[in-house]
């Protein structure tokens, strides 16, 4: 049984920094390309950041400069550091990454629970 739990978020307020983890658990057999993504109130859920297994990063235009994703294989880790935080930031933020569990030969996308920030002005 495969999960994906994601800490880190809090409140703090701008300018300030958060780091997010995402520790993905269970029978895998291999983890591809994993990624943020936040939801604000009343808003569709929005890419953050990816990364592949080979370290490629993408970002949206609305957090370059200010995040940093990074993972660690040997403990099916991603991470998200969070700095200038802005208002605007404030969302759930959900991890996701592509996973082939135990007992399979193909990738299933899976996601977290969801993590709140919460940036106060």
């Known amino acids: 049984q495969v999960q994906l739990v994601e800490s880190g978020g809090g409140l703090v307020q701008a300018g300030g920094s958060l780091r997010l983890s995402c520790a993905a658990s269970?029978?895998?057999?291999?983890?591809?390309?994993m990624g943020w993504y936040r939801r604000a109130s009343g808003k569709q859920r929005d890419l953050v950041a990816t990364i592949a297994t080979g370290g490629s990063t993408n970002y949206a235009d609305s957090v370059k400069g200010r995040f940093t994703i990074s993972r660690d294989n040997a403990k099916n880790t991603v991470y998200l550091q969070m700095n200038s935080l802005k208002p605007g930031d404030t969302a759930v933020y959900y991890c996701?990454?592509?996973?082939?569990?135990?007992?399979?030969?193909?990738?299933?996308?899976?996601w977290g629970q969801g993590t709140q920030v919460t940036v106060s002005s």
């Open positions: 996701k990454a592509k996973i082939v569990p135990a007992r399979s030969s193909w990738e299933y996308a899976y």
């Open positions: 269970g029978s895998i057999v291999s983890i591809g390309d």
